[in-house]
């Protein structure tokens, strides 16, 4: 069974840094792309940032590109989620998802995600 878990979530002042973890299981990493998304109070859930499966492209949305970093880690089955200088305007629920598809490469959308991971929430202070 194809699950995720995000962690890492906390509290922390604007310009502070933190790392989320996305840890799988029921399936390895490099076989699916893994996306982060997060949802703002109010707002709708948003793409920020993927890795892809075949050749470990990274894409970032615009809002988090030059701050946070996607990384994986095959040996532990996890993707990282380096989130530097952060802003009050990154206080969201962040989630890790995947479409679940071998040899996927970060095209997907929110609709096409099959697996998602239960959130963890980052509050940046100001």
């Known amino acids: 069974e194809v699950q995720l878990q995000a962690s890492g979530g906390g509290l922390v002042q604007a310009g502070g840094s933190l790392r989320l973890s996305c840890v799988a299981s029921g399936f390895t990493v490099d076989n699916y792309d893994i996306v982060w998304f997060r949802q703002a109070p109010g707002k709708e859930r948003e793409g920020i940032s993927c890795?892809?499966?075949?050749?470990?492209?990274?894409y970032y949305h615009d809002s988090v590109k030059g701050r946070f970093a996607i990384s994986r880690d095959n040996a532990k089955n996890r993707v990282y989620l380096q989130m530097n200088s952060l802003k009050p305007e990154d206080t969201a629920v962040y989630f890790c998802?995947?479409?679940?598809?071998?040899?996927?490469?970060?095209?997907?959308?929110?609709?096409?995600?099959?697996?998602w991971g239960k959130g963890t929430l980052v509050t940046v202070s100001s």
């Open positions: 890795i892809s499966s075949s050749d470990s492209m990274t």
């Open positions: 998802a995947t479409e679940g598809l071998e040899g996927s490469d970060c095209s997907g959308t929110r609709s096409d995600m099959n697996y």
